[in-house]
């Protein structure tokens, strides 16, 4: 393994394997909703905190962990990232209730905070800038495969294994992953001391959590004074935050805002937030649909967004290697329209009497009854 020692390839394969645990993590646990409810003895809400407390310690701690990154080097947090997330994919697997399994899953969340932002830095370091488009393709390849093929991997091990498996499974994945950091990522630092914002970071993580909770759980509490507290303080504490990076633009600011006036930068910025959100947005609702109403199992469930992980795979590296050649903004469009007209279509075709599904809701599905 020396030979691959520093190998842009092979650094690439390594961030892939950790990026990919941290992305599946955020879509697989939604087919396992309804038999984690029987297994636990949880609460729909209970269970629903699972995938919420994963994503609320991931979006919190993303800009703190991107700067501890720069002070301490993207390799050792990589490496830090990938043992919490691993450690903690363990005890999700062994929670004997629904507080240890959210809180496991919030611990989850601190490792995929911690390496997420390190895997794009080590790929661009390694990647001469000719060959940074097909490697940000397979990167970004790896990254829908991940989302979108969360409901298809989670029904096949929630059918077979149990849900407590879409947990362990991590664990291979992560021992592999740590294993390649070790031997094949270069420890890549600039070799001058880098501050830590420690004002900026608890102002960053004071309106991030505020304004994710809110979000979050607005309809659970109706919108009602409680969340637009939430949303009132999260935009001061924003606000606050920003005037702080106003006055450290020369040293050293958590974000740099030269950087926004770059127009690709920022637009593209909107544009991956937005598609973010489309793609894990559609995932929760429709897999509860799914189970819930169409009576689909955890399996079929899976299967019906099992073409989108194939079609992604095998389109990425092509898309990647193109856009090395004529640019990406054609490709971003076209890819942009597609997802917009497929999930237009998923709104269209999904009904109660969907051909091959149940034409009515199973009386005794878990979900329905937790949420009645």
Same mark, same amino acid.
């Given at each position: ?61 993303? *800009?703190?962990?991107? +700067? ?129 914002? *420690? ?27 409680? *969340? ?22 020369? +040293? ?10 770059? +127009? ?96 009515? +809701? ?11």
């Amino acid at each position: 393994m020396r030979k691959w020692a520093g190998n842009p390839w092979a650094v690439l394969a390594t961030m892939s394997l950790g990026f990919f645990m941290t992305l599946l993590d955020l879509t697989i646990v939604n087919i396992a909703i309804p038999d984690m409810i029987d297994g636990l003895g949880a609460t729909l809400d209970q269970t629903l905190w699972v995938i919420s407390g994963y994503a609320l310690v991931l979006a919190v701690l993303l *800009i703190t962990a991107g +700067r501890l990154g720069d002070v301490w080097g993207p390799r050792n947090l990589f490496i830090a990232g990938v043992v919490v997330f691993t450690a903690a994919s363990i005890a999700c697997g062994l929670a004997t209730g629904p507080v240890m399994l959210i809180v496991a899953r919030g611990v989850q969340g601190l490792g995929a905070a911690l390496l997420t932002p390190q895997t794009m830095t080590l790929i661009m370091s390694v990647f001469p800038a000719q060959r940074r488009g097909t490697a940000m393709g397979i990167w970004g390849m790896v990254a829908g495969l991940a989302t979108l093929s969360g409901p298809t991997v989670g029904g096949v091990l929630v059918s077979t294994l149990g849900w407590r498996w879409i947990f362990l499974v991590n664990v291979p994945i992560g021992i592999a992953a740590l294993a390649l950091a070790f031997l094949v990522v270069p420890d890549l630092r600039t070799g001058r001391t880098r501050t830590f914002d *420690i004002p900026g970071v608890l102002l960053a993580t004071g309106a991030l959590f505020c304004l994710t909770f809110a979000l979050q759980e607005g309809e659970h509490y109706h919108w009602g004074p409680k *969340i637009w507290g939430l949303l009132a303080a999260g935009a001061v504490l924003t606000a606050g935050f920003l005037v702080h990076q106003r006055g450290r633009q020369d +040293r050293e600011p958590l974000v740099p805002f030269a950087l926004f006036k770059d +127009r690709n930068f920022s637009v593209l910025t909107v544009l991956v937030a937005l598609v973010s959100m489309a793609m894990i947005g559609l995932v929760l609702p429709f897999n509860l649909y799914l189970q819930s109403v169409l009576g689909l199992s955890a399996i079929k469930a899976g299967l019906v967004l099992a073409p989108s992980s194939l079609v992604s795979m095998t389109v990425g590296p092509f898309a990647g290697r193109l856009s090395d050649r004529i640019g990406g903004k054609y490709l971003l469009m076209a890819g942009l329209t597609l997802y917009a007209v497929g999930m237009a279509a998923i709104a269209l075709i999904a009904g109660p009497a969907s051909p091959g599904t149940p034409s009515s +809701r199973p009386p005794s599905s878990p979900v329905s009854a937790s949420a009645a």
